[in-house]
């Protein structure tokens, strides 16, 4: 598959294998982007970038409304390539190419509202003379790092916010999964997207990242990753809006009037979907002890019944990890605890990628799965008496993207909203939920600022203040 760059659809000296994660065998290849193809990008997105701020809202509306309705057009043939390319089930792969098609409408949408507000000058003595308001302009060009575990759903999460703001965008995608970011640029220039105002550029980090992030010309850096990868971009970065989600070791906290059933139903599904390759997956369960022994059975015995294997069956329940070396990192990270003391409830072996869904219990504070991001189908559940110590155990990391808290007692509701340090606080719920039009980003080391289709338009736009004196 060829490149995007600047419009035109581009072969490269260089290839990339893209590999199906379930067989390791080669998907397709795309280019491997050389200096000369970013400083053509980066040329064109000036000039787009003047394009796009004087376009018409209504216009950028449409382009976003036309693309949806293209990748609509196209579902069946997006859905085989996320499972190729990411190694997801047909059911999570179909689910996440309707969620882009909502997520471009909500961006047309939410683009109608792109406002300011006038200001109170007559408020102070000093100001009576004047009068003022503020607006939102474009930033200008936007640089969309993609990760490659939903890589259609979070390319979209950037570029439709991106042109809803009325910029220019430079996508750069995963090298592990980047076949359907170039298929949604297609989408858009296809929709009315100017040529010059959307590249997709395929390579490396150490190459083609480091030159976009590095360059003066772009104004937002939009990231989702790991955290070593956004503290590389923030040192090299220079000043620009910088818009990360970096990850996280969510905790569940399951108090002892929460909702046995539903907390198993949270953990599963929050740990389990994609592999547990979600930056929001559930990753350590607190329960009460007086519940313990009680959902631990309930979980390993639902553990037990999934269906591990090719993600092209639609039986399938769970698929591969992205690939063979963190299949074996994940595995490593399991006999890391299970020395330190944890114990093995069910799960614990991989075949090539495939990692059995593992639950560990009463997991040592210390070891990996407790203090990183596993970033793979392994959860750690461990026991509590006060409800002070969950919270306390749930805020010892130093992430802070999302967590989960099942109680029935208001005080305790409350409790968890006040000092859980994190992004989003969830009752009843796993941390494993997202509605796209939400504030979300993390507190400490799981990023900066928030993405959310209101939100990234605010990010990825420039107040602009206006004053005028009447005297």
């Given at each position: 598959m060829k490149m995007l760059l600047a419009g035109e659809f581009v072969e490269g000296k260089k290839k990339i294998e893209v590999k199906y994660p379930y067989d390791g065998t080669v998907v397709d290849t795309v280019p491997e982007a050389v200096e000369a193809d970013v400083e053509k990008a980066l040329t064109a997105a000036v000039e787009g970038a003047k394009t796009m701020k004087k376009m018409p809202i209504w216009k950028r509306v449409?382009?976003?409304?036309?693309?949806?309705?293209?990748?609509?057009?196209?579902?069946?043939?997006?859905?085989?390539v996320l499972i190729k390319e990411v190694g997801k089930t047909l059911r999570e792969a179909t689910a996440e190419v309707q969620r882009t098609i909502d997520l471009l409408d909500l961006c047309a949408e939410e683009a109608k509202r792109l406002h300011g507000e006038t200001l109170p000058f007559e408020a102070f003595q000093e100001s009576v003379t004047k009068r003022g308001y503020f607006?939102?302009?474009?930033?200008?060009?936007?640089?969309?790092?993609?990760?490659?575990?939903?890589?259609?759903?979070?390319?979209?999460?950037?570029?439709?916010?991106?042109?809803?703001?009325?910029?220019?965008?430079?996508?750069?995608p995963s090298s592990k999964a980047p076949l359907c970011n170039i298929m949604l640029g297609e989408c858009f220039l296809e929709a009315g997207m100017p040529a010059e105002a959307l590249s997709v550029l395929t390579g490396y980090g150490d190459t083609v990242g480091i030159k976009l992030i590095s360059d003066k010309r772009v104004r937002v850096i939009s990231f989702t990753g790991n955290v070593q990868t956004g503290e590389?971009?923030?040192?090299?970065?220079?000043i620009k809006k910088l818009v990360f989600e970096l990850g996280s070791n969510c905790p569940l906290i399951v108090a002892e009037s929460g909702n046995l059933e539903r907390a198993v139903d949270a953990t599963i599904k929050g740990g389990?979907?994609?592999?547990?390759?979600?930056?929001?997956?559930?990753?350590?369960?607190?329960?009460?002890?007086?519940?313990?022994?009680t959902f631990v059975d309930l979980l390993v015995e639902k553990v037990k019944?999934?269906?591990?294997?090719?993600?092209?069956?639609?039986?399938?329940?769970?698929?591969?990890?992205?690939?063979?070396?963190?299949?074996?990192?994940?595995?490593?990270?399991?006999?890391?605890?299970?020395?330190?003391?944890?114990?093995?409830?069910?799960?614990?072996?991989?075949?090539?990628?495939?990692?059995?869904?593992?639950?560990?219990?009463?997991?040592?504070?210390?070891?990996?799965?407790?203090?990183?991001?596993?970033?793979?189908?392994?959860?750690?559940?461990?026991?509590?008496?006060?409800?002070?110590?969950?919270?306390?155990?749930?805020?010892?990391?130093?992430?802070?993207?999302?967590?989960?808290?099942f109680t029935s007692n208001i005080q305790e509701a409350f409790k968890a909203i006040e000092e859980l340090a994190f992004g989003g606080v969830m009752i009843n719920e796993g941390p494993r939920y997202r509605a796209d039009w939400m504030p979300y980003g993390g507190?400490?080391?799981?990023?900066?600022?928030?993405?959310?289709?209101?939100?990234?338009?605010?990010?990825?736009?420039?107040?602009?203040?206006?004053?005028?004196?009447?005297?």
């Open positions: 449409e382009i976003l409304h036309k693309t949806a309705k293209l990748l609509s057009d196209r579902q069946e043939e997006f859905v085989k607006f939102r302009e474009p930033c200008g060009v936007v640089v969309a790092i993609v990760p490659f575990n939903v890589p259609l759903a979070l390319c979209a999460h950037k570029v439709g916010p991106a042109v809803a703001a009325g910029n220019a965008i430079i996508v750069k590389t971009i923030a040192k090299n970065a220079g389990f979907a994609l592999a547990g390759q979600l930056c929001n997956s559930v990753k350590r369960v607190y329960v009460h002890k007086k519940l313990y022994t019944t999934l269906v591990i294997g090719d993600p092209q069956e639609k039986s399938t329940d769970m698929g591969p990890v992205i690939d063979e070396d963190n299949a074996k990192r994940i595995i490593t990270w399991i006999e890391e605890a299970l020395q330190a003391g944890a114990l093995l409830a069910v799960g614990g072996k991989r075949n090539f990628t495939l990692v059995e869904p593992t639950i560990l219990l009463e997991v040592p504070k210390g070891t990996k799965l407790m203090t990183e991001e596993p970033f793979g189908p392994v959860i750690a559940v461990n026991s509590f008496v006060n409800f002070d110590e969950a919270i306390n155990e749930a805020n010892s990391t130093r992430y802070g993207l999302q967590a989960g808290v507190y400490k080391d799981s990023g900066i600022g928030r993405e959310g289709v209101r939100f990234a338009i605010e990010e990825m736009t420039e107040l602009k203040t206006v004053i005028f004196d009447l005297r």
